[in-house]
């Protein structure tokens, strides 16, 4: 792209920004609150976030590097560059997370048919169908493909049964893609399916599972002969463990990043000198290799995706960003903690929920692998240790 | 000075244990967390009636005395089952500070300390870190008394206790209160503490004292506070050692019997490695802990440097403790249905009170000479 | 921006290794430690030759201007193998510090660098840490000139340089000299230095300087000085990422193919954790090192927080790796036939050549508005 | 021990130390350079050394707690510690530091019989003979029970071949104890002797292996038809194993606690104030870190010999002091380097050997066992956890 065509390009995009993003929705929205997760369901929480959603989705703005037949915008690389910049510009709140953006949109994009791709993609991008994830189970952990959740083949269609755990909002969720047992002759990973179903049919329940932050983001959910139709597999049969992986490097690199993504792009010893007038030698000396650390993960997490767009795949680095990434958000959370001192410890205290946040990155380092999986991936896979 | 635990206190300990594992198990908190409740009145009354809350009263004022290694002894066993009481509060903090004043009226105080019938909180913090020479809540002299006006937080017990210790600037210095907390124009909001225990916000609205509200000697409360905080961060210390202790054993325990691919996850060099340093961590932290009680017993004066390295290292202790509680329980570690999370909440709210790491660390430098 | 090597850097990269693979091992290094040489004016010939010491220099005055991301790409080699050099002191820093200066004078110096006839080293430092401000070598004026008197130490590469950049402090500021190390009053002696390499002590009596010899403006040194230490210290930055990852290279194959207790110890998963971590440190440094390069050349006056964050990442990250690297070899690695000692320690003379890990956390910091 | 008899003992001791200690030795003698090893071959480095090891040793009191009648004092742990403190009043050099002191010595005390206790233990006393280790053999690394060292029966004798590593100062010792295999079709730990073997004889070459700190005291020791008579053997027949574990555990001891004494008492920070006008946060707060350690590992120390004392063994937990107490020292002296800016960096510079010295403490965690040793010691021993 020429440096013309940049340029334009930006222009068009701050005018239009300029024009169409409500003043309410310029406050960066990093806080729990301030998210639209969208779905059946979904309530808004203003007029303004409503309108945002609408608008984004017209443009494709939800999902902009998706090609515009999947509802969105087809951008490049750089201009994606451009757009995070230009809404950063102006404080935009995203006008829409969800995990069928992050997650199950690039499995479908990389292994799904074009009709697939027509019919979830678009409904995703446009905020109407929320997703969930089915991956874990009980007694599982760090095992993923240790699953005991069985679809029992009947023709055109499966009927499922078993559990999942860790299924993250899913009592708020319209569907799930879940791993699915279809043969269980075959060895661990070559047995399993990547299903979608959708979870207002009978048979399928969910429970959420209160956390030590006291909310409830996790849930598990029942299989009970559940009907999933032969045509909601994504890749072939058998081959879900190939569609899982892929979309765990997404998630890792979701999970690592989100971590910066949540102080807002502020230095953390800014954050900390909101409530400490001076900070001691002990905190200001963590603040700054934290805040090196944090900077240093940011542009890895650059790196990797300008080297993807050079066709340089980071493949199992992204074992890497995610370790690194939330290792660095727990030990970020526990200096906002220090900093904050007793007007921390109290729920919905002066400080509003940081004494949760804080707990809640206590998870970033075991849900979508643990780091001690990361870093057994890194050894054998980029370092070839011997297993 | 022996640093090895006597056979009078591992006695002590034994016991603790026994009562804490029946009477203030873990669960216990939990069914106050969900209660709403913060204190258990009957609970303090038995721990009392084995001497526990006169474990620094005279005998003579009906206490047992066992002195402050015993109080840490004690301090220690609640912690591992992070047992809900006004132990630290009342028997250590409110108890010391009673001792160091020779009148008929802390000899009736320190026997109902001993007895139960009294509970305590101290009143110090003011902004969001431990720093009593900071101190602004204002004790205006007026006629005979003072009249007090200011704001306190993080008032651990303060919501519950029976009177306060309230520390207050005065013309010349900083004077300690002795008052009832339901004196007129004192307001008490219970925080909803993410340790479940009890704290509070306490305003001060033209409150009155008198001369003998007066802990010590007007303008010199650092006469009579310091040994009492300095008890009083030995035996959070010893607390913070237990819960430590407490953590590390549920998740020896849970290395032991967890499988992942095929094997209990307690076979993993990794985990196990992290582990050993872990305990490691304990075993320094508890030699610093009974140096700490064996100090104040025998050289109280210069128990400065001996408390507050006891600390800053069983704070140290108990975060990594936690944090490796959580990550080696992975999911289930982060579910409030299992018990873990309680002790990351409490190891936090410990690691605050009474001073944090950073203000001790500063302490032991500056008792090093740099 | 692109965050990405492009396909000439890569070619670099690649025909740096080669070179240096061959050309200058840590054997050689070790061979010039033995015989008690700190420079090979072939090898630095060698690299001239190749376009390395005019890296930085414009073509019109004979160099390959590839840039400050390129230099960082050779630094980075050399760091890998150790390569005995005074490319930073002379290919980067000098060079940089003269390109800033657009006369005849300064042209032809550069054309110097280039063709490997002239070597540069930067006498700053007077105390044992580095801090330009703190600068008290006194050039007095005297005449249409100055006379410089006072005392460097730590000059990198000032045992053999041909010239040296002086800053001393004039009437009202800091001024930068540009003068040959053989003029009269000047005199160097050696450092015997831990890394084997060329420093040296320096001492100025009465050292005649003419106007001709300030490089940029009287009393304006920074204007010059700036671009170039932050150009020396990003390439250092990268020569310390060439070491950790040469160092860590060579543990990872030394943990492949040694056994103990009947299995290679890679298998061990304590060590395997530790490896993988610290291969996740110098990935995270690399990218830190990569956008510095790309800093300097596309916007060089904002360029200051990349370079620290570069250079305190890179220190860290190196010391982690000679620590690891001796660590995991045992005995072995601490014996001098092994090369890991020389990794340790040219990382711990790395660390605090032009700013130490706390002055460039603290840059970071102020950058970042804390 | 009442109150008054150490009153007593402190009095006397404090008179006899006033009368006796010469005024170069009280500057601590914390530099390697002022230790006095002893030995056939010991120069003294001054005549008061000289005097001090005598007067010294006519007391006992270069091994205060040894019995009187090898050559000790006889002194129960109270007096001992009286006695350090006495010592450490006046700043009083140690009048001779060995590795008979520390490791055979306890070894012989502990296993050997009465005829060898008079034999051995008195010239060590007395600074007469240098003990060398010799335990370590190539490519055994960790693995020390991997002995290949070998001692042939020939009836009165062992005929002894072999190769060690890492003996230290072996070029300057006079005997050296050694692990050496007597049985070849014994299991691994089963088939080892501990023997007592005089260098002087044919058949035993030493070589001195240069470190990255520029010396050398570490040697391979080379054993070549080397004699050793049958009454030259601490303990049974193969069961040196037990010996060498009894020993390993004061090394640990000694290792662990070497890293305290060689600041001489001194608060890291005011060590690195030496040289540093203000420390900058980062440092400071190393600083303070490190400074808490080291009291805590300190006190760790005394509340092992205290419990060794009320008859409570640490047993395995030496394993703890050894890690905790090398891996301290090799973070104090990091901080030192840092402190000591680039006056360090120099060998023989304005800081003396500080380069030397930090080099030197690389070795604190591998030498008598490396921290993953001690670390999977304390995993299994102490936590029971699996093998």
Redesign the interface.
């Known amino acids: 792209m020429s440096a013309t065509t940049t340029e334009a390009f930006r222009l068009e995009l701050r005018d239009w920004l300029e024009a169409n993003c409500p003043e309410e929705m310029r406050d960066g929205g990093v806080t729990e609150d301030s998210i639209c997760w969208g779905g059946k369901d979904w309530v808004f929480t203003s007029e303004a976030q409503k309108v945002w959603l609408e608008r984004c989705a017209a443009k494709g703005y939800t999902v902009p590097t998706w090609p515009k037949e999947y509802g969105g915008a087809g951008l490049s690389r750089d201009e994606e560059k451009i757009f995070l910049q230009e809404m950063g510009r102006i404080n935009a709140r995203p006008p829409l997370q969800s995990f069928g953006i992050w997650m199950l949109g690039p499995a479908l994009l990389h292994f799904g048919t074009h009709e697939q791709k027509l019919h979830y993609l678009p409904p995703i991008a446009r905020g109407e169908i929320r997703w969930c994830q089915g991956y874990s189970e009980p007694n599982a952990g760090s095992d993923l493909a240790n699953v005991q959740t069985r679809g029992e083949d009947k023709g055109d269609h499966w009927l499922v049964n078993g559990q999942k755990i860790w299924t993250s909002y899913a009592d708020k969720a319209d569907w799930i893609f879940a791993l699915v047992r279809t043969d269980r002759d075959a060895p661990k990973h070559k047995g399993i399916s990547f299903l979608l179903c959708d979870m207002e049919q009978a048979g399928v329940e969910t429970r959420p599972i209160k956390m030590i932050s006291g909310i409830s983001p996790f849930c598990e959910t029942f299989f009970t002969d559940a009907v999933i139709p032969k045509d909601q597999i994504v890749g072939e049969e058998n081959k879900g463990w190939d569609v899982a992986k892929y979309l765990l490097t997404h998630e890792r690199e979701m999970i690592s990043g989100g971590g910066q993504g949540l102080a807002g792009g502020r230095a953390i010893g800014a954050v900390l000198s909101d409530t400490m007038e001076e900070m001691d030698a002990t905190l200001r000396a963590d603040a700054m290799r934290c805040e090196i650390d944090s900077l240093a993960i940011g542009l890895t997490l650059e790196r990797y995706k300008d080297q993807a767009e050079a066709g340089q795949g980071a493949g199992d680095a992204s074992a890497m960003l995610k370790y690194m990434g939330t290792e660095l958000n727990k030990q970020r959370h526990e200096l906002m903690m220090s900093a904050g001192g007793s007007d921390a410890l109290e729920w919905d205290g002066p400080l509003g929920n940081r004494a949760g946040d804080w707990l809640r990155t206590k998870a970033n380092s075991i849900e979508g692998g643990t780091s001690e999986v990361m870093l057994s991936i890194v050894s054998r896979r980029v370092l070839g240790l011997p297993a | 000075m022996?640093?090895?635990m006597s056979e009078e206190e591992t006695m002590l300990a034994d016991m603790a244990r026994g009562f804490l594992d029946s009477a203030a198990p873990v669960s216990k908190l939990r069914e106050m967390r969900d209660a709403g409740v913060t204190h258990d009145a009957a609970l303090w009354k038995e721990m009392a009636d084995m001497g526990w809350a006169g474990v620094l009263v005279p005998e003579d004022a009906g206490g047992s005395d066992m002195g402050f290694a015993a109080a840490n002894v004690i301090a220690r066993e609640m912690g591992k089952t992070l047992a809900v009481s006004p132990f630290i509060s009342t028997a250590v903090i409110a108890a010391t500070a009673l001792r160091s004043v020779s009148d008929a009226r802390a000899r009736d105080a320190l026997a109902r300390i001993a007895s139960g019938e009294a509970t305590y909180a101290l009143a110090v913090?003011e902004?969001?870190?431990f720093d009593p020479d900071a101190t602004q809540l204002e004790a205006k002299a007026s006629g005979n008394g003072f009249t007090l006006n200011g704001k306190k937080?993080?008032v651990v017990d303060g919501a519950n206790a029976d009177r306060l210790l309230v520390l207050a600037r005065t013309e010349n210095g900083l004077t300690l209160f002795d008052i009832p907390s339901d004196r007129a124009g004192i307001e008490r909001t219970a925080?909803?503490?993410?340790?479940a225990r009890d704290?509070a916000r306490i305003e001060f609205t033209d409150v009155e004292a008198t001369g003998d509200d007066v802990l010590g000697s007007v303008d010199q409360a650092m006469d009579v506070l310091r040994p009492a905080l300095e008890a009083g961060q030995a035996a959070l210390a010893a607390e913070m050692a237990g819960l430590s202790a407490g953590a590390f054993e549920m998740t020896?325990g849970y290395?032991?019997e967890?499988k992942?691919?095929g094997v209990?996850i307690?076979?993993?060099?990794?985990?196990?490695?992290r582990?050993?340093?872990l305990?490691?961590e304990t075993?320094?932290?508890?030699?610093?802990i009974?140096?700490a009680g064996r100090m104040l017993d025998e050289d109280p004066e210069n128990a400065g440097l001996a408390v507050s390295?006891a600390k800053?290292?069983a704070t140290?202790t108990a975060?990594l403790a936690v944090?490796e509680g959580?990550?080696m329980h992975?999911?289930i570690?982060?579910?409030?249905?299992y018990d873990?999370?309680f002790y990351?909440?409490r190891a936090?709210?410990g690691?605050?009170?009474l001073g944090?790491?950073?203000?001790h660390?500063?302490r032991?430098?500056a008792a090093?000479?740099?």
Do not use: P
Not at chain 2, 266 to 273: K, P, S, T, V
Not at chain 2, 283 to 288: D, G, K, N, R, Y
């Open positions: 022996k640093l090895v913090d902004g969001i870190k937080q993080f925080s909803n503490m993410i340790d704290a020896v290395l032991k967890r992942q691919f209990e307690g076979r993993f060099q990794a985990l196990q490695h582990a050993a340093h305990w490691c075993e320094v932290t508890a030699s610093a009974l140096n390295l800053a290292k140290a975060k944090i959580v990550q992975g999911g570690g982060m579910t409030d249905a873990m999370g990351m909440k936090r709210v690691a605050e009170w944090d790491f950073a203000y660390a500063e032991v430098a090093r000479g740099f």
